[in-house]
Nanobody, 114 residues
Framework: QVQLVYSGGGSVQPGGSLRLSCAVSGGFFSSQAMAWHRQAPGNQRELVAV???????NYVDSVKGRFVISRDNARNTVYLQMNNLKPEDTAVYYC????????WGQGTQVTVSS
């Protein structure tokens, strides 16, 4: 059974930065396209960034130029570096493989507020 362990969330002021980590146990990590999603209160879960097994990346327009997704296959971990954070980035952030069929776990809360 695949487990996702999150770290790195927190509260920051607008313009601040956070780095999220998601460690994956099991799941043949290195061969998977991985993704970060987020869900704000009252909203549906939104795909934010994708990193394919070869390292190519894709981002939703709202985070382009501010967020960077990366992976460390030796550590079975995917990261999301978030810079110039805005209040509208406030959400619970989740990782999963691209098709989203692993258990999502609890995610990690990101709050951007002055």
């Amino acid at each position: 059974q695949v487990q996702l362990v999150y770290s790195g969330g927190g509260s920051v002021q607008p313009g601040g930065s956070l780095r999220l980590s998601c460690a994956v146990s099991g799941g043949f990590f290195s061969s998977q396209a991985m993704a970060w999603h987020r869900q704000a209160p009252g909203n549906q879960r939104e795909l934010v960034a994708v990193i394919h097994s070869g390292g190519s990346t894709n981002y939703v327009d709202s985070v382009k130029g501010r967020f960077v997704i990366s992976r460390d296959n030796a550590r079975n971990t995917v990261y999301l570096q978030m810079n110039n954070l805005k209040p509208e980035d406030t959400a619970v952030y989740y990782c999963n493989r691209l098709n989203g069929d692993w258990d999502w776990g609890q995610g990690t809360q990101v709050t951007v507020s002055s």
